[in-house]
């Protein structure tokens, strides 16, 4: 047996007689529990080799050698353990067979992956695209090389291998865009300023006119512009920067909406009311509604024009799952398995197969620890999951459409919820008056949202001057919505027959 | 929230509004359809009737934008028109003068 040379080997693993099969099955288990732990120091290790390489002014070769000696460092660790896993795994002969064959191809692995990541880091440091990582053919399955194999221990490791050398090819990569995009960050920049100046002159438009047609062509011109926005804030977020400086929670019901208004068939995304009160804290709200947009546009461009994409928000532990449905024709296990992988980071993007939302996903999804997955929903289509967890939520006494879905008061009713520097605050002046909505309400979600986008002061004085301020606004408010629903709906009894 | 998604691209009011149009919230209480910036405009107007461009400024939309939010809401039975009274002389040109420096003024 060609295990007993090497037992000597590994000493403290291996009692010099055989131990009984409890000892046996307990080394077996130690030993997947040393492999399990030992990717994830080696791929810190690679990972960090390789950024190093990308960045460093040095020669290359000085830092791809650290890079290569975190490789063997790695591939004698894992000899060692290949040691401790056959033996955990030498019950019968056809297993040990097929563990050692796994194990055999991993120095393999290793070497073609290191080749591979140097090549990638050559390449981004003289500006030039960095080839995908390919993994050696041998490890495809399919190839007859280890029948149904890579299961247990070795597997893993194996996997865990492959996973690590994808982070340090990623970790090249992503070192290597940032020393390019320096230069053009000052363009994304200038393009992103142009495109709020654009915006704001749009509300000014808009402002100026009650003709249907004129309205309409601005309208277009408005969306145009604001997938331009969203464009060039895909480039900032590949490039690992925020898509857009939020300070304030922005209301769940808003960033829903605004990503279907972002995406380019945005008629198509239907929104359903997200469970009342919930805000998305400020600095994530921009890149979750970029990821949202992503997504929906993703369901709306693989469907029939006929169809709607619907998203929903549903409350979950810890957080909340956005859903977001198309009824297109569908995709099959692998191919949802390959985009799960994508936006995992688990996959290394092909780059020029049209998957740069996905990649967007992905690098969002990482920023902010969203879990995404892509499923097969009941239409046939695919739904697109997204879990938010608490931390990025607030919760907030905000009345929106879907108040009525919780009649007990269940929500918190806690003034304090909403933290006084983040609340949305509409002041609205009416003629020489100026009165603030008791917030949080529709009003001053709606007011936020506005300048939210960087929209124009509040203009109203004009307008509005020739008739008396509505002050008592907020009063009424509160008496008809306080508690909801159950009260008197008093609507006809105003000040209306004075005016 | 740009102003074509408020109203999914739509410039047409659905049922005639004008700026001017006073309208209050009616005896019934909005459902889940109703948009964000409707419930809004339907809260405005409990209790009080308000212009359609009073509406606009409050929840700070663009008049027209305003006028289709308005008209989806009267449609749907959520707003009703608020008449004028009725015991003054509609025939009187000062009161007709002072509308149209009213509306002028808008």
Known sequence: MTTRPQRHRSTSAAPPSDPPAEDRNRTARRSATALGALPAASATLLAGAAYAAALSPLPTSAAVGAGICAAIGCAAVTTAATVASRRAAARTAVRERAVAQELRLLPELLDEGMRQITAAARRVRRGETAEPLEFPAARQPGDGVVAGAPSGPAGDLTEAVRRTLTEAHTAVLTAGSGRQTDASLAMVRKIQALVLRALELLDDAHDRTEDPELLDVLFRIDHLVTRTQRAVESVAVLDGRLPRAVRRPVPLTTVLRQAAAETEEYTRIQVAPPPAGYAVAGPAAAEVIHLIAELAENGARFSPADTKVTVRAALAREGLVVEIDDQGPGLTGDQLEVMNQLVSLTREPDGEDGRTGLAVVARVAQRLRLAVRFQTNLYGGVQALVRLPSTLLHLAEEDGPAAHEQPDHQRAPSPAAYPADTLPLAQVRVGRREFTPAPPTGLSSAAVDRSRWGRRAVHTGRAVGSVPAPEPVAEAEDELFGPYPGVAWRADDGRAGGR | ?106
Not at chain 2, 17 to 32: G, H, I, K
Not at chain 2, 35 to 48: D, I, K, N, T, Y
Not at chain 2, 76 to 93: E, K, N, Q, V
């Open chain 2, 1 to 106: 929230m740009r102003a074509y998604a408020v109203t999914l691209g739509r410039t047409r009011p659905a049922v005639p509004v004008e700026p001017a149009s006073l309208v209050r919230a009616a005896a019934r209480p909005p459902y889940d359809a109703v948009s964000p910036e409707g419930l809004a405009a339907v809260r405005l107007c409990a209790g009080q009737a308000l212009s359609v461009a009073e509406l606009a400024a409050l929840l700070q939309l663009p008049l027209q934008v305003a006028k289709v939010v308005v008209a989806d809401l009267l449609a749907g039975g959520f707003l009703i028109h608020a008449m004028p009274d009725r015991s003054a002389d509609g025939s009187d040109p000062s009161l007709l003068e002072a509308v149209l420096d009213g509306l002028r003024n808008l």
